[in-house]
């Protein structure tokens, strides 16, 4: 098999998503990590901000503001620790070429040292997309 490098195509799949976008990002002093998606209408900012509030207990915590959302990672202390969403939780909808596709999101966080807030963020974009048929014998809606 001959393969031109620049020519490529890959795709990522778990189970029914599509992965659009995965990456790992350096998180230092606990900084926010901003994300904008956009499709054909206004972006959708995503947010992560970590959060130590003490006690025991981690958890994640979603705010929704018009078309930002913000997802505040609570008590992820432990250090050499992984916590994270590993079930793509839905945030939002685009379509793509006609047809509606939910967009998910998903991450793994890998605490280092949470007193200095370095942290090695693992995420991933999934995307589900219903196919819409169109037949010729009658009238289609979307």
């Known amino acids: ?9 890959f795709k990522e799949k778990i189970g029914d998503y599509s992965i659009i976008k995965q990456g790992d990002i350096i998180v230092s002093k606990d900084n926010r990590i901003s994300f904008e998606i956009s499709d054909e209408g206004d972006p959708l900012i995503l947010r992560i901000e970590f959060v ?19 997802l505040k990672i609570i008590n992820f ?4 620790s992984i916590n994270g969403l590993f079930e793509p939780a839905e945030i939002g909808t685009m379509y793509n ?30 995307l589900i997309c219903m196919i819409i048929l169109c037949l010729s014998c009658c009238i289609c809606h979307y």
Do not use: W
């Open 1 to 9: 098999m001959k393969i031109k490098l620049p020519y490529l195509n």
């Open 52 to 70: 130590n509030q003490g006690g025991r207990t981690s958890s994640v915590f979603q705010e929704i503001d018009g078309n930002i959302q913000t």
């Open 77 to 80: 202390k432990e250090d050499n």
């Open 97 to 126: 070429n006609g047809n509606k596709c939910t967009l998910y999101f998903n991450f793994a966080v890998h605490t280092i040292n949470s007193k200095e807030g370095n942290r090695i963020f693992k995420y991933s974009l999934p």
